[in-house]
């Protein structure tokens, strides 16, 4: 599965980094930067404590995406039922929210201004890397494909096999005869993928080199509280696509045929969590 629903799931389901503090390397930062061993060894406990807190709502969320899986799966979930099982998602997700602000705020009190500025550096020149190995290695990869193009070939339709939801479209094709249907389902997964490629590259911008609010060290609860609101809104309108899916999966099948259509719905959504 590409990156985009992989997002889309980690954004709905999980809490992970792009939750705390959207600073890269940053144990690696106060580690380097921080010079009086005490603070720094105190800081980095505050930094261990967090992940755990992270781990353990995320431990919560699979069980979550569980039930999800089954009302998504279920004919008879209704729009009200999937309305209520988002808002027991989001009430959750609001208090882990608060609590990785408050650990933010008490975080930065005790790193000094000269300490943050070189962290958020540090930081900064991590993304830089990262990106420039992704680079080098599609350079590569399209070097290969050149030298060797049979070899490519054959990646490529390796490939195909791992893009969104091919066992769902798939299904369609071999479940549904009806080309009018068919164009409507997989026009609505298309449109998922695209919700999903959005809210990655919404993601990606939440970070040290293109967000000021990150990068302040002053910035205030409201300011960090309104930056949560903020992807919160997107996992909404995420939610709201997937669930669009289901309906339009249902009104366009019939029961035999949604069962092997949503059976192969989930079996890529597992993919994409792995």
């Not at 809490?15 to 921080?34: P, Q, R, S």
């Not at 009086?36 to 800081?43: G, N």
């Not at 339709?157 to 164009?183: L, M, N, S, Y």
Request: no cysteine; hydrophobic share 40%; charged share 35%.
């Amino acid at each position: 599965m590409i990156v985009g629903t992989i997002a889309l799931l980690a954004m709905l389901f999980g809490g992970g980094l792009i939750d705390t503090f959207f600073v890269a390397k940053l144990d690696k930062g106060v580690k380097e930067y921080v010079l009086d061993k005490e603070r720094q060894k105190e800081i980095r406990a505050d930094i261990k404590s967090t992940k755990k807190y992270i781990k353990q709502f995320n431990k919560g969320r699979k069980s979550q995406f569980k039930d999800f899986q089954e009302m998504l799966g279920s004919r008879d979930a209704t729009s009200e039922e999937f309305d209520d099982f988002y808002a027991e998602l989001h009430t959750s997700r609001v208090e882990f929210q608060d609590q990785l602000i408050d650990d933010r705020i008490v975080l930065t009190q005790k790193i000094q201004e000269d300490e943050w500025t070189s962290i958020i550096a540090f930081s900064v020149d991590a993304i830089d890397q990262r990106e420039e190995k992704i680079d080098t290695k599609n350079q590569k990869a399209l070097k290969k494909a050149e030298d060797n193009p049979d070899k490519a070939q054959k990646k490529a339709a390796k490939a195909e096999k791992k893009q969104p939801f091919f066992k769902t479209r798939q299904a369609i094709t071999d479940a549904v005869g009806d080309v009018e249907k068919q164009t409507i389902m997989i026009t609505s997964l298309d449109n998922l993928v695209l919700a999903s490629q959005e809210l990655e590259r919404q993601i990606r911008s939440v970070n040290v080199r293109n967000n000021d609010v990150i990068v302040r060290r002053d910035a205030t609860r409201e300011e960090v509280k309104q930056l949560a609101q903020e992807m919160n809104k997107l996992r909404r309108s995420g939610f709201e696509q997937l669930v669009q899916t289901h309906m339009i999966i249902k009104e366009n099948t019939d029961q035999s045929q949604w069962k092997i259509i949503m059976k192969a719905l989930n079996k890529d959504l597992n993919m994409a969590v792995r």
